[in-house]
């Protein structure tokens, strides 16, 4: 019964879904529901034990549960819950990694990414996860080939491996020409949407030149 929420994740920074200590209290994501797969941002020398690699439920999940079906005993009516849920909610002001997906959004805000790891700052984020698509592709042959057995398995392999590259570039893409948002109820201070700095911006398009552009 819970929603896909895809902004949380871009909220975790890169040193925690490094740490292996955060990780396995955390998750790498806070979100089961950002169908995250795996942590592609984790590297060989942070010593992340093997099954913390895969999501499960974080702390998001907690307090949606927690907001959806805790009793509120003093309440007779659904209205009457509103304050006592609306409390509830605000923790999301000093954890942001406890907010929702903004609506409105349409696509252009890049912490809103489905399958994304350290979308906080998805340039490190893809750089890293390249690093380790380098290092899959030289155990690709070593793998998946075996004695008497056709090329089948190891081209589905690297064609999957060719999938999470443009999965993790889209990540990266998505950051020029976009902004950043934070879900709001009125009446609050500031606004919903943000655009995106120019640095960050060219950053982007940097990587994609490196990476994408040159053969």
């Known amino acids: 019964g ?34 995250s797969r795996f942590n592609y941002v984790a590297q060989p020398e942070d010593g992340i034990d093997p099954k913390d690699l895969i999501p499960k439920i ?13 009793p509120i005993p003093s309440a007779k009516t659904p209205d009457e819950e509103k304050p006592t849920l609306n409390e509830w909610c605000k923790v999301q002001d000093t954890t942001p990694y406890l907010r929702f997906s903004t609506a409105g959004t349409r696509g252009t805000d890049p912490g809103e990414e489905s399958e994304a790891v350290g979308d906080i700052d998805a340039v ?28 089948d398995q190891f081209e589905h392999m690297y064609d999957a491996i060719w999938s999470q590259a443009r999965l993790e570039a889209g990540h990266v893409a998505n950051i020029i020409g976009g902004y950043d948002s934070v879900p ?32």
């Open 2 to 35: 819970l929603p896909h929420n895809f902004k949380a994740s871009a909220l975790y920074t890169i040193e925690q879904i490094r740490d292996k200590n955060w990780v396995k209290k955390n998750s790498h994501v806070p979100t089961l529901m950002d169908y």
């Open 58 to 70: 974080g702390p998001y999940d907690v307090l949606s549960i927690k907001w959806a079906y805790t």
């Open 124 to 151: 490190k984020a893809s750089t890293l996860g390249y690093k380790n698509l380098k290092r899959v592709v030289a155990m690709l042959p070593g793998a998946v080939l075996n004695p008497g057995e056709n090329y």
């Open 184 to 215: 709001k109820v009125g009446p609050a201070e500031g606004g919903r949407f943000t655009p995106l700095s120019k640095a960050r911006q060219a950053e982007a398009v940097a990587f994609m030149n490196e990476n994408i552009f040159k053969t």
